[in-house]
């Protein structure tokens, strides 16, 4: 079983998501959802993997956080 830095999802409400991007992105993002299946026995479509992940790329970008509470300290 692969050890993804993504965990199983919670349940949500579906969000629906179109975007246009590489076919080699495409082909990342279907492996990725496979390996996903095979980790937590649930096949999950990529746009409903893609909101997660943003949201774990952004949360584990620490110079992201820091400057962002930069800016938002900047705005009050």
Same mark, same amino acid.
């Given at each position: 079983? #692969?050890?993804?830095?993504?965990?199983?999802?919670?349940? %949500?409400?579906? @969000?629906?998501?179109? &975007?246009? &991007?590489? !076919?080699?992105?495409? $082909? #990342?993002?279907?492996?990725?959802? $496979?390996?996903? #299946?095979? #980790?937590?026995? %649930?096949?999950?479509? @990529?746009?409903?993997? &893609? !909101?997660?992940?943003? $949201?774990?790329?952004?949360?584990?970008?620490?110079?992201? $956080?820091?400057?962002?509470?930069?800016?938002?300290?900047?705005?009050?």
């Amino acid at each position: 079983m #692969a050890d993804l830095k993504l965990g199983k999802l919670p349940d %949500r409400t579906p @969000v629906k998501l179109a &975007i246009t &991007i590489t !076919p080699d992105l495409q $082909a #990342a993002l279907n492996d990725y959802a $496979a390996l996903y #299946a095979q #980790a937590y026995g %649930r096949e999950e479509p @990529v746009t409903e993997l &893609i !909101p997660a992940m943003l $949201a774990t790329f952004l949360e584990s970008d620490r110079n992201f $956080a820091k400057a962002r509470e930069e800016m938002r300290k900047g705005r009050t």
